[in-house]
């Protein structure tokens, strides 16, 4: 069992970059997939991006293809989400989560959360 504490965040300008982090406070990622998922204002939670326990392979939404690169250093218990070009509609609750399955697009299938955090992108 993992819990997991989200920092970064915050208020930006539109083509600016912004860091998150999401780390173990119990527990070890090693032995996780790791994802990160997001919600804005009356729309459902979407998948944003996805790495394999190892590190090895990384998955992409569309909409941030090319923008946006997970990393995990399991060294350090920590996942990252490297946003830049940021852009007003990247605005949303961002959410970190741990999975021991290999559906990592589903949001059901992450067994542990962090509690969101808050990115707001002014255009």
């Known amino acids: 069992q993992v819990q997991l504490v989200q920092s970064g965040g915050g208020l930006v300008q539109a083509g600016v970059s912004l860091r998150l982090s999401c780390a173990a406070s119990?527990?070890?990622?090693?032995?996780?997939?790791m994802g990160w998922f997001r919600q804005a204002p009356g729309t459902d939670r979407e998948f944003v991006s996805a790495?394999?326990?190892?590190?090895?392979?990384?998955y992409y939404a569309d909409s941030v293809k090319g923008r946006f690169t997970i990393s995990k250093d399991n060294a350090k218990n920590t996942l990252y989400l490297q946003m830049n070009s940021l852009k007003s509609e990247d605005t949303a609750v961002y959410y970190c989560?741990?999975?021991?399955?290999?559906?990592?697009?589903?949001?059901?299938?992450?067994?542990?959360w962090g509690q969101g955090t808050q990115v707001t992108v002014s255009s």
């Open positions: 989560a741990a999975t021991q399955t290999l559906n990592y697009y589903a949001l059901d299938e992450y067994a542990y």
């Open positions: 119990t527990g070890s990622l090693s032995g996780y997939a």
């Open positions: 790495i394999s326990w190892s590190g090895g392979s990384t």
